[in-house]
């Protein structure tokens, strides 16, 4: 995608919405109290709807709803606690143990929760700053809910008018990172790939579509309008949503052994012209995200048609001049890739058409799934907290590290002279993050942007003196503050310091070069603190949970294979239970890969079996392709005459993943001799293998073409393929756990 397509992404995305309803909302009534000479009374207005707006993450109506009226109501108590109770300096050290601990803890209600515990810990943080005499603590309170309540008041309204907008931009954003997904893959039929950084990008992308995906069923599941009660749009935003979960397996189930690829084709043009095409289908997808995303009518950049068709007659010259005997399987497998490039366009023709909603194109529309068994489940029982009430627990260990950091950073504000003491708790408490690579990231991103930000302003006030562009400025930066926040830290770093330093300019110009400095030594206070706690108590390493990933990775590799192999042995495949063990093999996959990702930014002291990990991540996104591939073919076909063989090769493969999840629990099973089993042959399908080389040798491709065993043998061969792809990985993966089990006993 080129940087004009990208800065349309993100003007129609979510995310600057986000932003600018952050900011309209917080900026209105300020302006409107500072006509009439109160903003400096009523301060605590802008700043609870700045911090309720805080925690409306995208989701379902109701529950965004729910959430807000829970953190209007808790912040509001947390607010009247602490302003009533600051004076006294040996409670608020147990109230930060129990706030401290409780709004860190209850993440194991999810992020939405987390966002509200996150937001009181500010609130908290906020009212114990000695600027509030005390009979005004249950007036700022009220002020502060008021202002929640106004956020919750255009967050409804907005909701009435534009009930689908959320919908489309995150619908949107889904296919502009499927289309990035396809484009990597593009890449792997150019000349000279490299594999390793392809398959790293991979990685990086899908789970990013994970997390796309999760939000997009939430709400497009929860929706009771878009479920039981649709119009023609939410009809065809639900077939989109549908399409594009098909599309991305699609994506995923065309791996191929590259190598054997362009070993084969290497000297011809047709592998780079696949490349061309593929690259041509990811920049259609991406079109139609941005058109999903701002509302528009997508069209095509190009005749899709005409493309696939140069493709496929390139394809059949070359198999009419040079396929032989002994090169036919190779010409096999590029007919797959030819057949997968045909579906794919197919589904990009029909998602172009989608765009326009109309009503002929949702009459096709039919949710062939029960909406419940794919919508993320959520407990919010009380035993859920007191099980984690444990020092095993990783939330518990996240909670203690956020309080001992909110403890240190109070101490420091007593005894070192910073006039805004609270800023070192605000940046320990957002810093701190269960993840050490999240919580070291967001450091180096916070201390750099808040310098970054401070020379900006300082700029900005020395070189303008009118209020009028530096009120601009500082609208601007408050709309990129909550724009990035949540896809660039660094960027919302800055702009947070900056929109900080031109408002107290606004508020008390005499004292901005106070702030200028307090805000640069608070924060690497601040930071200081937070990595000494991240690095030193009670760690989290992520090698330390890579074993529960590796195992939840195999467990539904292994339910997704059962039941798509189950299709070839003769039984019947419910396509909803397919597709939702596959959506529980990918996110599985996901975790897994984020779990290696963050062990890459720890210590090199935590980087333990880092070869072999790798190693294992490859070969468990290889392994769900190559089960997806197969569950293509499994919803299409049926071949019963060869069920006998293909249960034989099921039972094989079933063995041998189970044998690599009872390394991983440490049972002393009998894997040595599974590894040394081969697949069972298919001899049938060698046989028909051997006549029909023979057919074409001795006939000729024109004549050995007419023969009607010539599609079923291509069938078959791919399918027998995937069977003898799955039980090597398989292998692989009991080799790689059994390295890493030799490693740690040494």
């Known amino acids: 995608m080129n940087y004009l397509d990208e800065f349309k992404k993100f003007i129609s995305s979510h995310y600057l919405s986000t932003g600018v309803r952050l900011t309209l909302g917080t900026i209105i009534p300020s302006l409107i109290f500072h006509h009439y000479g109160i903003l400096s009374e009523w301060i605590a207005f802008p700043l609870g709807t700045l911090l309720i707006g805080g925690t409306d993450n995208p989701g379902p109506y109701h529950r965004r709803r729910n959430a807000l009226l829970v953190a209007i109501l808790t912040c509001f108590i947390v607010a009247c606690v602490t302003g009533y109770l600051r004076h006294f300096h040996f409670i608020i050290f147990l109230e930060i143990i129990v706030f401290g601990m409780f709004f860190s803890l209850v993440g194991v209600y999810g992020n939405r929760v987390n966002s509200i515990g996150l937001i009181s810990l500010l609130v908290f943080v906020f009212n114990i700053d000695d600027h509030l005499s005390g009979d005004m603590v249950l007036r700022t309170a009220a002020i502060f809910s008021a202002g929640g309540i106004w956020y919750f008041v255009l967050f409804m309204v907005l909701q009435k008018l534009l009930p689908y907008k959320l919908i489309q931009q995150l619908l949107g954003e889904n296919f502009v990172e499927l289309g990035k997904l396809l484009s990597i893959k593009a890449d792997y039929y150019f000349a000279n790939p490299d594999y390793d950084e392809l398959f790293n990008r991979m990685v990086h992308q899908q789970v990013i579509l994970r997390e796309n995906h999760e939000n997009l069923r939430e709400i497009l599941f929860k929706t009771r309008e878009i479920v039981t009660e649709s119009t023609t749009k939410s009809r065809i935003l639900m077939l989109m949503f549908l399409d594009s979960i098909d599309l991305f397996e699609r994506i995923?189930?065309?791996?191929?052994?590259?190598?054997?690829?362009?070993?084969?084709?290497?000297?011809?043009?047709?592998?780079?012209?696949?490349?061309?095409?593929?690259?041509?289908?990811?920049?259609?997808?991406?079109?139609?995200?941005?058109?999903?995303?701002?509302?528009?009518?997508?069209?095509?950049?190009?005749?899709?048609?005409?493309?696939?068709?140069?493709?496929?007659?390139?394809?059949?010259?070359?198999?009419?001049?040079?396929?032989?005997?002994?090169?036919?399987?190779?010409?096999?497998?590029?007919?797959?890739?030819?057949?997968?490039?045909?579906?794919?366009?197919?589904?990009?023709?029909?998602?172009?058409?989608?765009t326009k909603y109309e009503a002929d194109v949702s009459n096709d529309y039919k949710l062939t799934v029960e909406?419940?068994?794919?919508?993320?489940?959520?407990?919010?029982?009380p035993r859920i907290l007191l099980d984690n009430l444990s020092l095993k627990s990783s939330h518990f260990r996240h909670a203690v590290r956020v309080t001992l950091g909110l403890l240190a950073g109070y101490t420091a504000s007593l005894f070192f002279d910073v006039g805004h003491g609270y800023w070192i708790l605000l940046t320990i408490a957002v810093i701190l993050k269960p993840a050490f690579s999240i919580t070291k990231q967001r450091n180096i991103h916070r201390i750099g942007g808040t310098i970054l930000g401070v020379i900006i302003g300082f700029l900005l006030l020395y070189l303008i003196q009118e209020s009028t562009p530096l009120f601009i400025l500082m609208m601007i930066s408050m709309i990129l503050a909550y724009s990035f926040l949540k896809i660039n830290y660094f960027v919302a770093s800055t702009s947070i310091t900056l929109y900080v330093i031109l408002s107290f300019h606004f508020l008390n110009p005499q004292h901005v070069t106070n702030v200028l400095q307090d805000r640069v030594v608070d924060t690497v206070i601040g930071s200081l603190i937070a990595y000494i706690i991240s690095s030193y108590v009670l760690?989290?390493?992520?090698?330390?949970?890579?074993?529960?990933?590796?195992?939840?990775?195999?467990?539904?590799?292994?339910?997704?294979?059962?039941?798509?192999?189950?299709?070839?042995?003769?039984?019947?495949?419910?396509?909803?239970?397919?597709?939702?063990?596959?959506?529980?093999?990918?996110?599985?996959?996901?975790?897994?890969?984020?779990?290696?990702?963050?062990?890459?930014?720890?210590?090199?002291?935590?980087?333990?079996?880092?070869?072999?990990?790798?190693?294992?991540?490859?070969?468990?996104?290889?392994?769900?392709?190559?089960?997806?591939?197969?569950?293509?073919?499994?919803?299409?076909?049926?071949?019963?005459?060869?069920?006998?063989?293909?249960?034989?090769?099921?039972?094989?493969?079933?063995?041998?993943?189970?044998?690599?999840?009872?390394?991983?629990?440490?049972?002393?099973?009998?894997?040595?001799?599974?590894?040394?089993?081969?697949?069972?042959?298919?001899?049938?399908?060698?046989?028909?293998?051997?006549?029909?080389?023979?057919?074409?040798?001795?006939?000729?491709?024109?004549?050995?073409?007419?023969?009607?065993?010539?599609?079923?043998?291509?069938?078959?061969?791919?399918?027998?393929?995937?069977?003898?792809?799955?039980?090597?990985?398989?292998?692989?993966?009991?080799?790689?756990?059994?390295k890493i089990k030799t490693a740690k006993a040494a």
């Open 252 to 354: 995923l189930n065309s791996q191929q052994n590259y190598a054997n690829l362009h070993r084969a084709f290497d000297h011809t043009k047709v592998l780079r012209l696949f490349g061309t095409y593929i690259t041509w289908l990811a920049a259609e997808i991406q079109q139609i995200g941005l058109a999903v995303q701002s509302g528009y009518a997508s069209h095509p950049r190009h005749d899709l048609d005409e493309a696939f068709n140069k493709c496929q007659r390139a394809f059949e010259r070359m198999r009419e001049h040079k396929m032989n005997h002994d090169n036919m399987e190779d010409f096999i497998m590029l007919r797959q890739i030819l057949n997968s490039l045909q579906d794919v366009t197919e589904r990009v023709k029909k998602l172009h058409r989608a």
């Open 371 to 381: 909406a419940e068994d794919f919508t993320p489940k959520q407990d919010y029982h």
């Open 539 to 738: 760690p989290v390493w992520e090698h330390s949970q890579i074993k529960q990933y590796m195992k939840e990775a195999l467990d539904a590799n292994r339910k997704y294979f059962d039941i798509v192999a189950a299709k070839f042995t003769g039984k019947q495949l419910d396509i909803n239970e397919l597709k939702l063990l596959r959506k529980n093999a990918i996110i599985a996959m996901a975790n897994l890969s984020d779990n290696f990702q963050k062990m890459l930014s720890e210590p090199k002291r935590q980087q333990m079996n880092m070869e072999e990990y790798h190693q294992f991540v490859a070969t468990s996104h290889m392994l769900t392709s190559y089960i997806a591939s197969l569950s293509t073919y499994a919803q299409t076909l049926e071949y019963l005459e060869f069920s006998v063989e293909f249960e034989m090769m099921t039972r094989q493969i079933d063995r041998q993943l189970q044998a690599a999840t009872d390394i991983i629990d440490g049972k002393t099973g009998n894997s040595l001799e599974i590894v040394r089993e081969s697949l069972p042959q298919n001899q049938r399908l060698l046989e028909l293998l051997a006549d029909r080389k023979k057919q074409i040798k001795e006939l000729g491709i024109e004549k050995a073409d007419q023969s009607p065993v010539r599609k079923m043998l291509s069938d078959l061969k791919t399918i027998n393929g995937l069977f003898e792809l799955i039980s090597t990985i398989s292998i692989d993966e009991i080799k790689i756990l059994q």
